[in-house]
């Protein structure tokens, strides 16, 4: 315990033993200590850092200042380092590299990297290492600084290389490095290394499940399937050994991003594509691991997180606000047929819950495997899943309710289903699939059924699939659609346009994020359109239109359930995505013994509170609906989830402001306390804890079971707690406990907030819909 409040392993800990019997825990113990060696056989090592030594001609061992734009580069020769300032912010330190240590080196190695849908197992060697650096010659050359040199192995391989730093803009300061061999092999890694302090934190990397704070961590930067287990045992050895590797690390994420931003006020980012690693293990000294004889990136100049990710969102672009009607209700998830989803519907507008959209995703129909209930992978209506469809759009629409549908980049036979139109038939005739080594299709193998991967840089393939989604989702009425996946390209393949896995894989889900885009543009939909991903990298902030966090497991665990979804939506917001939201009650049940992983009423309410302070509040039936609670299951959740709506949609004007703030300056919607407090130390201290909604909503969520009050960290200011009505003075910063009932989430607002006159209206309107119950 920490503070009182419960740490992240205490909640897993508290999962466990409320949900596993005493049984379960015995015979999943006994296959742990059977498995074990096998397991720790064959999962990968995790790799080490690269160190090497810095050499200087004499010429160059002294200390010279130099200017590019804003930026002094100051070199000091005598211990071949570099340190560069800011000068509009008054010299502040944005870059530094170790005194006495080689800040650039190489490697030549190999990687495979076998996929399992979605799961990648890397291996990694390294044949040569170039751990010699000498500095030969430093100039100026056409508005930029260029420093040239050697790179050596122990046993006499050479390379040469440059860097060159270019002042791109006031605020960001560009570095590119090449290699070309001299002597031996040529180099196929770079690595770059830069001083930090024993106290510094650090953030961002996009979509982060497991922590905020990548201290002492060595984090691949790979798109991939989050996992299901994540390293709580012993879940994730069971997956790895019966799912091909679909345990996961810690690390596992749809949507990572080479950028970091930390806690002295330093951003750096990657550019690019290939796969990468942020090495923070050495407290002194940080290291950038690229696979690439090419490396390219941005060092920005800011004294706030505001100012910094407002620099590096100008290089990627930023997201633009959601459409007006999302703001105002529920999007219901529902499935299993006309009758069934409009039987569910009738439950809860009886129940007076505000709805704005109904997500079918099952509309191409479901097959039933051992995962769960999954979709047949067929981008056209299924009259047998939903007969009369005129009859049920149109009853939809007379209630002013929006319908959003479902699609992947997959295609799967559907031969056996013959009123259906078999597109991937289509498609393997005309050679739109990702082709393997061997120049057939890659086939994927999903529990109980194939399918293949359009290859999106076809641009006959890219056209097609619009065209499709254009017929049948816009054509059939749908107003948006979630698009799933995106995380499966092997690296091994050469897609249509001639690029290689290795640099395209982490591109893919941008690729796929522009066809999004541009079928809603082509349908007139831009701006009024709904489309939700998972999947992103770097660029996907400036194509996407909303980021949903993926397929949370229904449960309080810190690495995979509800907390997890906190630490997801700020690591986002830190990266560039700035509107985020996740399943409401999560996704993931698992059954089959020895566990039981499913949604309770306790879960499916605290997630409804989490996601009533994101950009968008939506539900999922899960995988298994028929063993989940779910949000018609009974009159005490639908209350609940009609509270937690009317909050959301009464607080729309205020994240409208926020929305179009994040598109001028790529302030995320949802952010760490530290992001408006940086000079706060606790701030920091309570990252993963409590969120800010914009500048003026504490949100301390609780993420335990059984928890009816939480300790909330409040800095200066004045603060209203929104149920009680009670204000908070507040000089230096305050840690408070308020209590924090299923209905009443733990919330304060800035007095004197604009923001204050909605939550007025939201408690009277809540009152009110109460009171007709």
């Known amino acids: 315990m920490k503070d009182g409040r419960p740490r992240a392993k205490d909640l897993g800990r508290a999962e466990a033993v409320r949900r596993r019997r005493p049984l379960v825990w015995w015979a999943a113990g006994a296959l742990f200590t059977l498995a074990a060696a096998a397991w720790g056989a064959t999962r990968p090592a995790p790799d080490s850092r690269l160190a090497g030594s810095v050499w200087v001609v004499p010429t160059l061992r002294k200390t010279v200042t130099y200017s590019l734009g804003e930026f002094r580069l100051t070199w000091d020769g005598a211990h071949g380092a570099w340190r560069i300032t800011h000068m509009r912010t008054g010299d502040h330190e944005v870059f530094a590299t170790p005194a006495g240590q080689a800040f650039l080196l190489a490697a030549r190695g190999g990687m495979t990297a076998p996929e399992n849908i979605g799961y990648f197992y890397i291996r990694r ?13 430093i100039r100026e050359e056409d ?128 550019k690019n594509s290939e796969y990468q690693v942020f090495d923070f293990t050495d407290p002194r000294a940080g290291e950038l691991e690229v696979d690439a004889d090419h490396i390219q990136g941005d060092i920005f100049a800011g004294t706030t997180p505001a100012a910094l990710t407002q620099a590096y969102t100008a290089v990627i672009g930023r997201m633009q606000p959601l459409p007006a009607w999302t703001q105002q209700g529920f999007i219901f998830g529902a499935e299993g047929g006309t009758q069934t989803v409009l039987s569910h519907l009738r439950q809860l507008l009886a129940a007076h819950v505000p709805i704005t959209g109904l997500w079918i995703q099952d509309w191409v129909g479901q097959r039933r495997t051992s995962f769960g209930d999954q979709l047949i992978w067929n981008w056209t209506l299924n009259p047998d899943q939903y007969p009369d469809w005129n009859a049920f759009t149109a009853q939809l629409h007379a209630l002013g309710i929006h319908l959003l549908g479902y699609v992947n980049p997959f295609l799967t036979d559907v031969s056996s289903y013959p009123r259906l139109t078999n597109l991937y038939e289509e498609a393997l005739l005309k050679g739109y699939f990702v082709k393997g080594p061997d120049g057939r299709p890659v086939v994927f193998q999903y529990p109980n059924f194939t399918a293949s991967l359009i290859d999106l840089t ?89 980021l949903w966090l993926g397929d949370q497991l229904e449960s309080w665990d810190p690495d995979n359930g509800l907390p997890s979804a906190v630490t997801g939506l700020l690591s986002a917001g830190l990266s560039g995505f700035t509107m985020v939201s996740s399943d409401v009650g999560g996704y993931t049940s698992l059954t089959q013994f020895p566990f039981h992983y499913v949604r309770d009423d306790e879960l499916l309410m605290r997630w409804m509170e989490l996601d009533a302070f994101t950009t968008l509040f939506r539900s999922h039936e899960g995988n298994q609906p028929d063993k989940n609670v779910q949000v018609y299951s009974n009159p005490d959740v639908m209350a609940e989830l009609r509270r937690c709506v009317i909050l959301f949609r009464d607080l729309a004007p205020y994240r409208e402001q926020l929305m179009q ?87 304060l607002y800035r007095a004197g907030s604009t923001v204050a006159t909605q939550f007025q209206q939201a408690l009277a309107d809540i009152r009110q819909a109460d009171a007709g119950q």
């Open 125 to 137: 060697w390294t044949d040569i290492a170039y751990t010699i650096q000498t500095v030969d010659d």
């Open 143 to 270: 508005g930029a600084l260029v420093v040239r040199g050697t790179l050596r192995s122990d046993r006499g391989d050479e390379a040469a290389y440059e860097l060159t730093w270019r002042a791109e803009a006031a605020d960001r300061l560009a570095y590119d490095v090449k290699v070309s061999s001299m002597q031996g092999p040529a180099p196929n890694r770079l690595y770059l290394t830069f001083a930090t302090q024993p106290g510094e934190h650090f953030y961002g990397f996009g979509v982060q499940f497991s922590t905020l704070d990548m201290k002492g961590r060595r984090l691949p930067i790979l798109v991939q399937e989050h996992g299901n287990g994540r390293g709580m045992q012993p879940l994730t050895l069971l997956a790895d050994i019966t799912h091909g590797g679909a345990g996961g690390h810690w690390y596992n994420t749809y949507a990572p991003v080479p950028y970091m931003l930390t806690s002295t006020m330093q951003a750096l980012f990657s």
């Open 458 to 546: 076809n641009p006959s393939a890219r056209q097609w699939l619009e065209q499709v989604m254009l017929q049948e989702l816009v054509g059939n009425g749908f107003d948006g659609w979630m698009a799933d996946f995106g995380e499966e390209l092997p690296l091994s393949v050469t897609t249509a346009d001639g690029s290689s896995g290795l640099t395209l894989h982490n591109l893919y889900p941008v690729l796929w994020a522009q066809v999004n885009r541009d079928v809603l543009q082509a349908a007139g939909l831009a701006g009024k359109g709904l489309v939700f991903m998972r999947s992103g990298f770097s660029p996907s902030p400036g194509v996407i239109t909303d």
């Open 661 to 747: 703030q994040a598109a001028a300056t790529g302030v995320p919607v949802d952010r760490p306390m530290f992001f408006e407090y940086p000079e706060d130390p606790v701030a920091w201290q309570v990252a993963d804890q409590q969120f800010m909604l914009g500048p003026d909503v504490i949100v301390a969520p609780v993420l335990a079971p059984h928890q009816t009050s939480v300790k909330v960290y409040l800095p200066a200011g004045d603060w209203v707690h929104l149920w009680s009505g009670r204000v908070y003075h507040v000089a230096q910063g305050e840690t408070i406990t308020l209590p924090a009932p299923i209905g009443q989430p733990a919330v």
